[in-house]
């Protein structure tokens, strides 16, 4: 492969990268966008604890938001780390999201409180937040376990958002995204013969 080949191969994955994170957040966006002329009608898509139509928050949840500082809120660390999830491959992104958007949906919809909405990207950002932090863990290469330590000193600290601390704040929803990541880690984890960064 030549080098105008890779590096075209590069601006081929970082566009990928850009129109991915680019329209999750411009959906999130809209959605509370219109919701903002709904008078927050769309909040109620949320995950629901112990309700079966609650269950429908488990796909919904993430992309809705309570006002526009909570979306903002969520919006950078979104980009950031859902980035570096993909900074190895592009492609890790999408099973990553999907097993923290169900361990995070599904754990929040079991052990909530009832008559409860949960809705918000935070979830997710944890999700993230624990893929990153333990794959290091998982594949023990130089290039995961580096990224790990990075990753922990910037953003170690949201670690106590798994815990009860704020009355109002889904706490379930992080605790159980963390988790989420952890196990996506965990399943996505390159064996040790093919391990590079």
Known sequence: MSRSDEVRGLVGEVKAQIGILGGFVGLMWALEILDLFLGG??????????????????LFAPFLHGNLLHLIANTVPFLILGWLVM????????????????????????????FTIHIGASGLVFGYLGFLLSRGYFERS??????SLMVG???????????????GISWQGHLFGFIGGIIAAWMLAKPRSSRSY
């Open 41 to 58: 009608a769309l909040d109620q898509f949320g995950i629901r604890p112990r309700s079966l139509i609650g269950l429908r928050g488990v």
């Open 87 to 114: 900074l190895r491959r592009t492609s890790d992104f999408w099973p990553v999201t999907l097993i923290v958007m169900l361990v995070s949906g599904l754990g929040t919809w079991l052990f909530a409180s009832p």
């Open 142 to 147: 130089f290039g995961s376990i580096l990224m």
């Open 153 to 167: 000193i910037l953003y170690g600290g949201m670690i106590w958002g798994v815990l009860p601390t704020r009355i």
